[in-house]
């Protein structure tokens, strides 16, 4: 079945970078579309970047555009998370998502296939 396991999190000061990974398994990779959400108790599910069905292209939302960037490995069948100046209002849980729905999907009810997530706390 399908595996998503992220890594990466931690306490981090305000300005810190960070780089969080989802390693995939138990799916054909480019027949996916990956993305990463979070969520804390202040905030809902939030989209925050992902890659469309094919890894042919990418959307990093306007909330962390400039400071967060997505990136992937195929041959390890990873994507991931490089946060930049980190602010305390990105502390969160940051979660890694896969569907096999063609197109790019910012929304989290478009992803079936979830990781356990990874804690990210910054320090102010």
């Known amino acids: 079945q399908v595996q998503l396991v992220e890594s990466g999190g931690g306490l981090v000061q305000a300005g810190d970078s960070l780089r969080l990974s989802c390693t995939a398994s138990?799916?054909?990779?480019?027949?996916?579309?990956m993305g990463w959400f979070r969520r804390s108790p202040e905030k809902e599910c939030e989209f925050v970047a992902a890659f469309s069905w094919g890894f042919t292209t990418s959307h990093v939302a306007d909330s962390v555009k400039g400071r967060f960037t997505i990136s992937k490995d195929n041959a390890k069948t990873t994507i991931y998370l490089e946060l930049a100046s980190i602010q305390p209002d990105d502390t969160a849980v940051y979660y890694c998502a896969a569907t096999g729905q063609y197109g790019i999907r910012l929304s989290a009810n478009d992803y079936p296939y979830w990781g356990q997530g990874t804690q990210v706390t910054v320090a102010s």
């Open positions: 138990g799916l054909t990779f480019s027949n996916y579309a």
